[in-house]
């Protein structure tokens, strides 16, 4: 496989098919007492008895119904953007890869409407139900490693400082192991979900056996995939260490841009307000929104640009793969048929 094809490939479907960045955006979204009393707080000493009197009952504050409203509808407003957020992620996955797939295959460039409608399908359940079985799975295997890996601190329970020491020792090495096969196994098992994903939503099977199929897959074509895993890590990593000067600068701009009409804002509430702290209240918001909105607008773009083509190339990996897969299948040689003997040779 030509990987420098495929990445040049995707680089040029990015930045001609505009519309993929607004699901390319989306995905880089959803990716991750009481007062008063008397003094001494109802409780009282009794000096010449030397004992300290505590009270039978204890009373809870008193907290205003429309608080509690607020708290309760804040929660539900928060619950229901997280909800909203992983349906976008999903359906915006399924979008970028069949919209990818498409444009391959046909050359047909899909609209954003268009390309929602390809996204609101079964293949978004499914790989959300994907993503959370290898999550669960994963995480309790992981957890189940840490635990043995700590298993020597067990010896802090006897009395022997030779021990506890060897113990101590021992679980550190084991930590740092675990840790090292953690990062290793999710790396090959993110790398494994490129194409059980494209196997659940371009193919349309289902999880056990796309996980299956996709394993051999994988396996048959290591070398490649292997390959195009680095190509795209020292990608990200020149990505990440381009973005750091430009951060800096955002964070820059966005402290002057939400530092003057804070204080602009501040300004002039103080002129009509008779309170000393809420004039530079309203304007530290105001200015903590404006520095907020400078810093995270530029980068949600940037990362939704490069979730597009990171997903562009996995996408046009798994379709060069089959393709390649197909032309090097052997052929298989037809069986001849057997000759037709006329009646009469039968019979005799």
């Known amino acids: 496989m030509d990987h420098m094809k495929v990445i040049k490939q995707a680089w040029n479907t990015t930045w001609s098919y505009k519309a993929l960045w607004i699901f ?54 928060i619950l229901l953007l997280s909800i909203a ?75 022997s400082d030779a021990l506890r020491a060897i113990g101590t020792v021992a679980a550190i090495g084991l930590i740092m192991l675990a840790v090292l096969l953690a990062i290793a196994v999710a790396t090959v098992v993110n790398t494994l979900v490129h194409f059980v994903r494209r196997a659940v939503i371009l193919e349309e099977k289902g999880i056990f056996e796309a996980l299956r ?60 307000s008779q309170s000393e702290t809420l004039p530079w209240i309203i304007g530290g918001g105001i200015g903590a929104l404006i520095f907020i909105a400078v810093i995270a607008i530029p980068s949600l773009f940037a990362g939704g640009v490069f979730k597009t083509f990171e997903s562009s190339v996995w996408t046009l990996t798994y379709r060069e793969l089959h393709a390649l897969e197909q032309i090097e299948a052997p052929e298989v040689p037809a069986v001849p048929a057997a000759p037709i003997l006329p009646e009469a040779v039968v019979e005799g």
């Open 24 to 77: 390319g955006i989306l995905l880089a979204l959803g990716s991750g007492g009481g007062g008063g009393g008397s003094g001494n707080s109802g409780t009282q000493f009794s000096g010449g008895a030397g004992e300290w009197d505590f009270p039978n009952t204890f009373e809870m504050p008193e907290i205003a119904t429309g608080v509690i409203v607020a708290v309760v509808a804040f929660c539900g407003l």
């Open 85 to 159: 957020t992983v349906i976008a992620r999903y359906v915006s996955e399924v979008s970028l890869i069949r919209m990818v797939d498409d444009h391959e295959e046909t050359g047909e460039k899909h609209t954003i409407k268009e390309g929602f409608r390809l996204g609101w399908s079964k293949g978004a359940w499914k790989i959300f139900l994907l993503d959370l079985l290898v999550t669960v799975v994963i995480g309790a295997g992981m957890v189940l490693v840490l635990l043995l890996a700590a298993a020597p601190l067990l010896f802090w329970i006897t009395k």
């Open 213 to 272: 199929e996709s394993f051999a897959f994988v396996r048959a074509h290591l070398k490649d995939v292997a390959l195009m895993w680095l190509l795209m890590f020292g990608i990200n990593l020149a990505v990440t260490l381009a973005m750091i000067p430009v951060v800096l600068l955002l964070l820059v701009l966005g402290g002057v841009t939400g530092a003057l009409p804070g204080l602009a804002l501040g300004g002039l509430v103080s002129l009509v």
